[in-house]
T-cell receptor, first 111, second 112 residues
Framework: GENVEQHPSTLSVQEGDSAVIKCTYS??????FPWYKQELGKRPQLIID?????GEKKDQRIAVTLNKTAKHFSLHITETQPEDSAVYFC??????????FGAGTRLTVKP | DGGITQSPKYLFRKEGQNVTLSCEQNLNHDAMYWYRQDPGQGLRLIYY???????QKGDIAEGYSVSREKKESFPLTVTSAQKNPTAFYLCASSTGRTGRRVFGQGTRLTVV
């Protein structure tokens, strides 16, 4: 089955800087890669997703890139703000339609 | 908000007791899921259901049971066979297994 690894586990940046979180996956047939943001004590919420036929997708300050050859995808947050502080999870949907999640990255944006 | 509701938000269980976590959705989603979240680990799938009266084990089903008698409801029972039940439990739903997951707000279960 699919195995998703996420790095780093914690990330601290200064307000206004960029943040990058990376995930790798093992199943080359995986075709859907969502990113979730989970604030403390709240539900994970989908912030952006990408399908395997696309290399990059952007939504305002958030972008996701996908490298199918290397089997990795990344979340990029530009001009970070304190409200971006949260735990971010990547996931990959494998050939069995199972969604596998990374272990999460705790992002702290310092004002 | 969200259309998928979990209750209670906090739950305390004595050792040896069974407890049931509720999950209700009004999104008309066919598929529903239960995940367990532990610190430093990703979401791990306990059970999922694609249609009413059918469900499948996930990666960590031992010590848990579910039912899907109605499309809207997918309760999870944590049995006394689950030796380490203290965790944050998340329910999710999607239009199908290929659809985007929508999560509930979670239930934090603590064994006392």
């Amino acid at each position: 089955g699919e195995n998703v690894e996420q790095h780093p586990s914690t990330l601290s940046v200064q307000e206004g800087d960029s943040a990058v979180i990376k995930c790798t996956y093992s199943d080359s047939a995986s075709n859907y890669f969502p990113w979730y943001k989970q604030e403390l004590g709240k539900r994970p919420q989908l912030i952006i997703d990408i399908r395997s036929n696309v290399g990059e997708k952007k939504d305002q300050r958030i972008a996701v890139t996908l490298n199918k050859t290397a089997k990795h995808f990344s979340l990029h947050i530009t001009e970070t703000q304190p409200e971006d502080s949260a735990v971010y999870f990547c996931a990959a949907k494998d050939s069995n339609n199972d969604m596998r999640f990374g272990a999460g990255t705790r992002l702290t944006v310092k004002p | 908000d969200g259309g998928i509701t979990q209750s209670p938000k906090y739950l305390f269980r004595k050792e040896g007791q069974n407890v049931t976590l509720s999950c209700e959705q009004n999104l008309n989603h066919d598929a529903m899921y239960w995940y367990r979240q532990d610190p430093g680990q990703g979401l791990r799938l306990i059970y999922y259901s694609q249609i009413v009266n059918d469900f499948q084990k996930g990666d960590i089903a031992e010590g848990y049971s579910v039912s899907r008698e109605k499309k809207e409801s997918f309760p999870l029972t944590v049995t006394s066979a689950q030796k380490n039940p203290t965790a944050f439990y998340l329910c999710a739903s999607s239009t199908g297994r290929t659809g985007r997951r929508v999560f509930g707000q979670g239930t934090r279960l603590t064994v006392v």
